[in-house]
């Protein structure tokens, strides 16, 4: 079981830039969660898919960040014209259905906007 | 909303010595709280999980108890290894709002030959 796999591991972007962060959950799980990572802030809950299916985008801001999970076994995470404040360590974690919500995270993805 | 309060930046020790990280959390509904653990450059793990009232929960040494009635879930450890260096973070999750976590900020904890 190689765990959930993220990729790539560091990316840079210019402002204004589109950046498309990947996920491979574990296999067999069904929710899918990502999380942003600043000094600042901790970590911070951006959305959640289960089956696939879109649950809770609460954490997501509306206007640049969009997810989706096409399929078991991968989900993405895009933000559209990246800015400054968007740098951060974007984290993907899966859980198995009646775990009581243990997560099991990636290593995530380091994104610096210049 | 749900909310959780922890130690806040960096707590430095000499190794051998006791730690206790605190948290303290609010929910209206019936808690699920997780003491979870990132060590430089690695994913955060769990380190210990419970929902259970007054009970201690124990994993790697650390040691955590569920108080309801103070909304409290510290976690402890009688003697801290260089090992544990690591950043802390108390989490919770209700039982009405699967799928979600709140994280408290995270706490450091240097320790120190």
């Known amino acids: 079981n190689a765990g959930v796999i993220q990729t790539p591991r560091h990316k840079v972007t210019g402002k204004g830039q589109e950046a498309t962060l990947w996920c491979e959950p574990i296999?067999?799980?069904?929710?899918v969660f990502w999380y942003r990572q600043t000094i600042v802030q901790g970590l911070e809950f951006l959305t959640y898919f289960r089956n696939q299916a879109p649950i809770d985008d609460s954490g997501m801001p509306k206007e640049r960040f969009s997810a989706q999970m096409p399929n078991q076994s991968h989900s993405t995470l895009k933000i559209q014209s990246t800015q400054p404040q968007d740098s951060a360590v974007y984290l993907c974690?899966?859980?198995?259905?009646?775990?009581?919500?243990?997560?099991?995270f990636g290593h995530g993805t380091k994104l610096s906007v210049l | 909303g749900d909310s959780v309060t922890q130690t806040e930046g960096l707590v430095t020790l000499t190794k051998g010595l006791p730690v206790m990280l605190n948290c303290t959390y609010q929910t209206t509904y019936s808690p699920f709280l997780f003491w979870y653990v990132q060590h430089l450059n690695e994913a955060p793990k769990l380190l210990l999980k419970s929902s259970t009232d007054n009970k201690r929960t124990e994993h790697q040494g650390f040691y955590a108890t569920l108080h309801k009635s103070s909304s409290s879930f510290h976690l402890q450890k009688s003697s801290v290894q260089l090992s544990d260096s690591a950043l802390y973070f108390c989490a919770l999750t209700s039982t009405q709002v699967v799928g979600q976590l709140t994280f408290g900020r995270g706490t450091r904890l240097q320790v120190y030959a």
């Open positions: 974690a899966s859980s198995h259905p009646g775990a009581n919500e243990r997560l099991f």
């Open positions: 296999s067999g799980h069904s929710a």
